[in-house]
């Protein structure tokens, strides 16, 4: 049984619960594509399954239980673990963690609501939160408002494409893999920039 019967099954089975249940395992493992469940979610609506609003306000609370997760996930490895961790990284310096959670702490609210929409990071962004320490309340109001956003107009998109709910999947994997070649460029631009400094460095040295 591949992905989208799997989760088609669950959806019929389950109703807009099963969405929650798919939603909430797409924000713990994000390989899983959420721009294949909820439109699929949208069409199953259109189809009598479950009540549009269900399957918007299910598949929402699915997402802020799989970010909760990846919260705690990220409060329990805690700041100073991660500093452990990254000052054994090679290329990486205690100073690129400082700026970035600096630059966290100042815009960590933007970030988790933003992040909440863009592929790929908005399970991730979850986890710098928990390190963080964010208060909870608005981590998951902000959570729940990103999400709600990003469920709602996929979620509307696949039902009222019907039949063609796929088209969905489609243009938003354009995205993805867009997202996931600047991220790539940008860490290709960080470790070459710090080979060359490191390298002239040892010149300086010598």
């Not at 690129?96 to 609210?109: H, I, K, M, Q, S």
């Not at 399970?123 to 956003?149: C, D, N």
């Amino acid at each position: 049984m591949n992905l989208v019967d799997w989760v088609t099954d669950l959806m019929n089975t389950a109703g807009a619960p099963g969405a929650a249940a798919a939603i909430a395992l797409e924000n713990l493992f994000p390989p899983l594509p959420s721009e294949v469940f909820l439109p699929l979610a949208g069409f199953t609506a259109g189809q009598g399954k479950m009540s549009l609003a269900d399957a918007i306000l299910w598949t929402t609370a699915g997402s802020v239980a799989g970010a909760l997760v990846l919260y705690w996930i990220g409060a329990l490895l805690g700041r100073d673990r991660v500093r452990r961790i990254a000052s054994r990284m090679p290329l990486v310096r205690l100073s690129d963690v400082d700026r970035t959670e600096a630059w966290f702490l100042r815009n960590g609210y933007r970030a988790v609501f933003f992040g909440r929409m863009i592929p790929v990071f908005r399970s991730l962004i979850s986890i710098p939160a928990g390190v963080e320490r964010m208060r909870l309340a608005p981590f998951i109001a902000y959570t729940a408002a990103g999400s709600l956003l990003w469920n709602t107009a996929l979620i509307l998109a696949g039902y009222l494409l019907g039949d063609n709910w796929h088209l969905v999947e489609q243009y938003v994997g354009i995205v993805s893999k867009v997202v996931l070649v600047l991220a790539g460029v940008a860490v290709l631009f960080f470790v070459v920039s710090r080979l060359v400094k490191a390298r002239k460095a040892a010149r300086t040295r010598s």
